[in-house]
């Protein structure tokens, strides 16, 4: 989940900037050159100049915009957004390279980002203070790194600049025609839990402030405001609040009692809560013991297959690539505790450890013919600062993922993928998620189901074959999120496998209303079986035809559409008290079909069909 606290990552590499309420300020050439040499005046000089003073005055948001994506803008506003976000990141690594002292670029951001509204001063501090050292390892070590990379990256959907070349790459993917693996039904049944988006939050204080001004509410310590009405609810709040330890125990018993069949368990990660401005090394570590020991009391044996969350990392999405040895920008100490936890509970074998500590990734066969393969798709994140230094399939782990592929096409094997952020997220880099879809399109007939997270929402993503549109090939599901992080209802999903084929045949989404479970704080929430996916589309099963129908009909505007909507938002009142039009309904269609972060002709087809129904 990114949403404002992405965005603030922003202001630690130049992207501070934004143009004011109507965003109608000329971004022109002359006024970021302008504005650039004022910057520079005022590091130089420690004197804003009246200048300076009104530019920063005509820019400054306004609270209620701080939790907006920005990304997502367009029009005059990304403009302006690509213009700024260029000149701010040409005068920090002019600064920088100049001898500029690292404290000096600090305060000047720190600065900016506060009299900009950008966020408190306390949260301005801390998310550029944890992410500094990265920053200037990779101005350092990379002279060739400019403002063009920078923000091509950041604002890569809304076209702030030419792609740049260090983004374009591609890896080898073996061209044979696919080997034809038909594997009967069985009459016997797996069931699998999905547990994701947990973020627990060891702050979380109910009664608390659940309308503060920072990224993340209901925190100890942000009482000082005064006068706020808003206060966190026992179990949890939809005011941008993650949990408190005993819902997270509460979720977990609740699986364990309500299904005491569970065969697997599917981790697709996210255990840290989104204080990204004050998270420590040794906070997240507490954390994940704490969470991954919880997970182990509670299952027993029940093997359980996690994979790691873009919130685990310390500062969050930061994944360095494995040749980087500097113990305070490695990521390796968290790979080595994942590794040493999973392994030594017993959920994963020890021939894991090699890929978990090259890139969080590795694969298992937990029965003959069934291989599970965990990817590390956090590098991916457009957040991930590293992508800018080292772009191209980072530790190589696409070919590594094509050719365990090739392999269990040769072993007759059905997969399961798990990854944590859907393939097809704007967010992810354009030319990972295009490779990555490519792979998917090699070997779909023996991926018989993709796991995701990330979003929270509860929602699901198709593949169509990439030289046939109307040829649906592969499909994605997303686990929703424990976190009711933002606006949002808990919930965990189950699925109903095949013993055999591995096909999933019917998925139960299980929820509570936190709303009533908060007016009771005494009893345990209600948890309750929200749907059975077969049922509540009305569809004879989960096969590609059935899903393609399901989806062509949401497209023709079928009444479907508003049932996956409120499902979306899992009931949630915050979300579904706000109006949403027939074309903001067909806007999730297209977020089913977009698989490919930079391909937009699923979306462009499907908009097609409905203006032809």
């Not at 002019?94 to 506060?114: D, H, S």
């Not at 291989?371 to 399939?393: F, S, T």
């Not at 999903?493 to 209303?513: A, G, Q, R, S």
């Not at 067909?586 to 069909?609: A, K, W």
Request: one cysteine or more.
């Amino acid at each position: 989940m990114y949403k404002m606290y992405g965005i603030l990552l922003l202001l630690t590499f130049g992207s501070i900037i934004v143009p004011h309420h109507g965003m109608n300020i000329s971004a022109s050439e002359s006024m970021v050159t302008t504005f650039i040499n004022e910057i520079s005046e005022w590091v130089a000089s420690g004197v804003m100049s009246q200048k300076f003073t009104n530019i920063i005055g005509d820019l400054a948001i306004p609270t209620e915009m701080q939790r907006i994506d920005w990304t997502k803008l367009n029009g005059s506003k990304a403009s302006g957004f690509c213009t700024i976000c260029k000149s701010i990141t040409k005068t920090i690594i002019n600064l920088r390279r100049t001898g500029t002292p690292i404290k000096i670029i600090q305060q000047t951001v720190i600065k900016l980002c506060t009299r900009l509204n950008l966020q408190t001063e306390a949260v301005c501090r801390g998310v550029v203070n944890l992410n500094t050292p990265v920053i200037v390892y990779i101005i350092d070590n990379d002279i060739t790194i400019n403002e063009y990379d920078v923000c091509g990256l950041l604002f890569q959907d809304q076209m702030c600049v030419s792609s740049p070349l260090r983004y374009e790459w591609s890896i080898n993917i073996n061209a044979r025609r696919p080997k034809i693996i038909n594997k009967q039904p069985s009459k016997k049944n797996l069931k699998i839990l999905q547990i994701t988006d947990i973020h627990y939050d060891p702050l979380y204080e109910p009664g608390g402030n659940a309308g503060c001004n920072e990224p993340t509410c209901c925190r100890r310590g942000q009482n000082q405001t005064g006068g706020n009405t808003l206060q966190a609810g026992y179990w949890g709040d939809f005011n941008n609040c993650d949990v408190p330890w005993h819902s997270v125990v509460d979720a977990l018993d609740h699986m364990k009692e309500q299904h005491k069949d569970i065969n697997l368990i599917y981790f697709t990660g996210d255990v840290i809560d989104h204080g990204v401005w004050e998270t420590s090394r040794e906070g997240n570590t507490k954390s994940l013991v704490k969470n991954f020991n919880k997970m182990k009391d509670i299952f027993g044996n029940t093997p359980i297959y996690p994979i790691v969350g873009n919130h685990e990392p310390n500062p969050v999405n930061l994944f360095a690539p494995s040749d980087i040895k500097d113990d305070q920008l490695s990521t390796r100490w968290l790979y080595q505790l994942l590794a040493d936890l999973w392994i030594n509970y017993g959920w994963l074998p020890e021939s894991t450890r090699e890929t978990i500590l090259r890139g969080g990734f590795y694969t298992l066969s937990p029965q003959k013919g069934f291989r599970i393969i965990a990817i590390n798709n956090n590098v991916c994140y457009v957040y991930n600062w590293w992508l800018i230094y080292k772009p191209n399939d980072p530790d190589g782990q696409l070919q590594w993922l094509e050719d365990t592929l090739l392999k269990a096409e040769k072993d007759n094997e059905s997969v399961h993928i798990l990854g944590h952020i859907p393939s097809g997220d704007s967010t992810c880099q354009h030319t990972w998620s295009r490779e990555y879809r490519r792979i998917i399109n090699r070997f779909s007939h023996i991926i018989t189901a993709q796991f995701n997270g990330h979003t929270h929402n509860d929602e699901f993503n198709v593949f169509y074959d990439l030289f046939d549109k109307t040829k649906l090939i592969n499909v994605a599901w997303n686990g929703g999120s424990i976190t009711p992080y933002a606006y949002l209802n808990p919930n965990y999903k189950i699925y109903i496998v095949d013993n055999n084929t591995y096909v999933v045949e019917d998925i139960e989404t299980w929820m509570y209303n936190l709303t009533n479970a908060n007016e009771t704080p005494e009893k345990r929430p209600l948890w309750f079986n929200s749907y059975s996916f077969k049922k509540e589309y009305n569809l004879s099963d989960l096969s590609s035809g059935s899903l393609n129908k399901m989806v062509v009909d949401m497209a023709k505007d079928s009444p479907i559409l508003e049932v996956y909507y409120k499902n979306f938002f899992k009931h949630a009142a915050p979300e579904l008290e706000k109006e949403c039009d027939k074309s903001c309904l067909l806007s999730y269609v297209c977020r089913i079909v977009t698989t490919s972060s930079g391909n937009m002709n699923d979306c462009e087809y499907f908009q097609i069909i409905n203006s032809l129904k």
